[in-house]
């Protein structure tokens, strides 16, 4: 388990300053509702920026690029930006973005932890949850920016973890606005169910190959998936029904 195997995420991502890949920008993927920023408003941002300190912004320090699904929808697909922060040595908060760019939408939010404390939720608690042992050995998640070294060292930690994800503006809908109501995400456990075409699309961007950091990652453990998680696999899906009926995946 994390805890006995030593995470060490404190110092490995404090090493891991957030590039923001500027070669390999992921524009986001819907415009802004609204008149555009005023010259007023501007400044106002500019002093703000200059005048005011951001503790919670500053210590996002890790950068990771991956695919969720609608849970309980699996076809309906989108890639997502994580700026994440370690808040213990078990758990990592990320916000999501539908880009890396400066005008991208805050897409949602990502809670990850270790796999002693997954273990410890109550069993309606851990269906919420999936797995990120496919996506770390697939090669889908990734860590845009840092060496291969260092991103080899963060995947050994992050195979035995595990995240519960909502998003709250659902832009791969071209919803220019945050419309409905959040919903549950999950991340894929095997192969055949990622679209290729988004994969390839993704890799092309950041000039990699997820087909060879799948080999590179050959050497980790790939561990068992605790009982629990996945649980839309075993037919238990839990969505929020949003009565605004803004939601078009069925």
């Known amino acids: 388990m994390m805890a006995r195997t030593g995470m060490m995420l404190l110092p490995l991502l404090a090493t891991l300053q957030l590039s923001g890949c500027a070669a ?29 300190s951001h503790p919670p912004i500053s210590a996002l320090n890790a950068y990771l690029d991956g695919f969720h699904f609608y849970n309980g ?11 994440c922060s370690v808040l213990s040595e078990e ?54 920016g840092i060496p ?28 220019s606005l945050p419309l409905g109501v959040p919903q549950l995400m999950m ?22 190959d997820s087909a060879q950091k799948r080999r590179d990652r050959a050497d980790i453990e790939t561990p068992t998936v605790q009982p629990g998680a996945d649980a839309w696999q075993k037919g238990k899906v839990f969505q929020i029904e949003d009565p605004t009926g803004a939601h078009v995946h069925h």
């Open 24 to 52: 390999s920008q992921s524009p986001s993927n819907v415009g802004v509702e609204g008149a555009e920023k005023k010259a007023d408003t501007r400044l106002l941002e500019a002093g703000a920026a200059a005048l005011q």
């Open 187 to 208: 991340g894929f456990t095997a192969d055949g169910q990622v679209d290729p075409r988004m994969v390839e699309e993704r890799d092309q961007r950041f000039g990699i």
């Open 91 to 144: 758990l990592i908060q990320c916000v999501i973005y539908d880009g890396n760019v400066e005008d991208a939408k805050l897409m949602g939010v990502e809670y990850i932890i270790s796999e002693r404390l997954f273990n410890e939720l109550p069993a309606a608690e851990k269906s919420l949850w999936h797995s990120h042992v496919h996506e770390v050995k697939s090669g889908q998640l990734i860590a845009p």
């Open 73 to 83: 929808r699996q076809n309906a697909q989108m890639e997502a930006h994580h700026y």
């Open 148 to 175: 291969q070294t260092a991103e080899h060292a963060l995947m050994r930690k992050l195979v035995r973890t595990y995240g519960k994800t909502w998003h709250t503006w659902h832009t791969d809908q071209q919803k």
